[in-house]
């Protein structure tokens, strides 16, 4: 697989992705097209990994937790609708708890975000996830424990 076809058929996935570790969509195509850079500097050693996807989600999740711009990651901006909304749904209720949410991820420490994306939204088991991020799989339950329980303590404060 050439780096062209490797682009081709994952950007799309790699950006919904970094969109979900950074919440903005803007910061998304950014973290995506510096990664890209890299990997296209590196292709031949990603070409060899085992799955190279795999490699460049590693890579992508990296440059998030160790990108430094500021405090871009403390604001979060949201764009666009769900396709389908269901008639009955309160939408301006829905827009506060999404709001809601993305405030309450966007306060966790980038690697608990990083290991929450990657098993509730990549859907990764804990051996991948430790392998993207580069640690031992006690370290990815560890931190996707405490950014649970961080998140469930922002949320018993939001509903007393």
């Known amino acids: 697989m050439t780096y062209e076809e490797f682009a081709d058929t994952r ?10 570790l950074t919440g903005d969509p803007h910061q998304a195509q950014d973290l995506v097209q510096e990664t890209m850079v890299r990997v296209q ?12 996807e795999r490699y460049v989600r590693r890579m992508l999740t990296n440059q998030y937790v160790d990108w430094r711009r500021g405090s871009w990651a403390r604001r979060v901006l949201l764009r666009g609708e769900p396709d389908e909304v269901p008639a009955s749904t309160d939408h301006a209720q829905s827009a506060v708890d999404r709001d809601e949410l993305w405030s309450w ?8 975000r990083a290991a929450l994306v990657l ?14 991020l580069g640690c031992a799989v006690g370290t990815v339950r560890s931190c996707i424990s405490r950014a649970l329980a961080t998140l469930r303590a922002e949320y018993v404060e939001v509903c007393s």
Not at 11 to 20: E, S, T
Not at 41 to 52: G, I, T, Y
Not at 105 to 112: A, E, G, K
């Open 11 to 20: 950007l799309g996935a790699l950006l919904r992705y970094a969109v979900m």
């Open 41 to 52: 500097l590196n292709w031949r050693r990603v070409a060899r990994s085992d799955v190279p």
């Open 105 to 112: 991820l966007s306060r966790l420490p980038r690697r608990q």
């Open 119 to 132: 098993r509730y939204y990549e859907d990764l088991p804990d051996a991948e996830i430790a392998e993207v």
